[in-house]
């Protein structure tokens, strides 16, 4: 998505060191109030909850703590458009860090698929739904082998506002 006035980062990780990447390219500063969108629905952290991010600049803002040991999702509301993006480190055993990024998203109205989920050697693969908004949503998840046979299946219900997750086990 572009820059915009509401913006919602989803797929955020529970753990790891989590920085939310907020720009202001317009000309003018803009003021952002953050709302965590988590299991337990939305909530404002208790530090950092508005930020001022000057005009033209990337203000990093540090949410592990706001974000806590579970996955969520981060919603921004700005006086002015603003583009975001989170970057999540986490290292694993004392090895290598592993880095990932999200962006904004748009609602997933129709069909949608992940590939290369990662259940063996300790790694699990978890999908993030993230519910923003007023309204709930629903999604069926059907796991595939890989001769495209349906090998499990899960329904989930996401309250309006909250983030809920599903494990993909092996």
Not at 44 to 64: F, H, I, M, Q, W
Not at 68 to 90: F, H, K
């Amino acid at each position: 998505t572009g820059a915009d006035n509401k913006l919602i980062v989803p797929g955020i990780p529970g753990a790891g060191d989590r920085t939310l990447m907020v720009a202001a390219p317009g000309d003018g500063d803009a003021i952002v109030t953050l709302r965590i969108l988590g299991s337990q629905g939305p909530f404002s952290p208790a530090e950092n909850n508005v930020v001022t991010v000057p005009s033209g600049t990337v203000l990093d803002v540090p949410v592990g703590n706001a974000v806590g040991g579970e996955p969520a999702a981060i919603e921004l509301t700005s006086d002015r458009p603003i583009v975001a993006g989170l970057r999540a480190v986490a290292t694993k055993d004392g090895g290598s860090p592993d880095f990932a990024y999200t962006a904004p998203a748009v609602a997933l109205e129709r069909l949608g698929a992940t590939l290369g989920s990662r259940t063996t050697n300790g790694w699990t693969t978890d999908l993030v739904f993230t519910a923003g908004g007023t309204q709930s949503g629903e999604a069926t998840v059907d796991i595939l082998d890989p001769a495209g046979a349906i090998v499990g299946k899960q329904d989930v219900l996401v309250t309006a506002g909250s983030t809920q997750v599903v494990r993909i086990a092996p």
